[in-house]
């Protein structure tokens, strides 16, 4: 049994950036701007997995 009851929920949360930084850079060619939202949701991903990881169970 996984740790976490909806790890897919970190892992849409960071898909959501992603793609939000892929359609920044088709519609703006900026590869820095794109660039930094996909970083971002690769960090939001993961502080989402270990926020829900280590909150208490009620």
Do not use: E, K, Q, W
């Not at 794109?34 to 009620?58: F, K």
Request: proline fraction near 5%.
């Amino acid at each position: 049994m996984h740790p976490i009851a909806h790890p897919r929920m970190a892992i849409l949360l960071g898909v959501m950036f992603a793609a939000t930084g892929l359609i920044y850079y088709l519609t703006s060619h900026d590869i820095g701007g794109s660039s930094l939202l996909g970083i971002l949701g690769i960090a939001m991903s993961l502080m989402a997995y270990v926020l829900m990881s280590g909150s208490p169970r009620g």
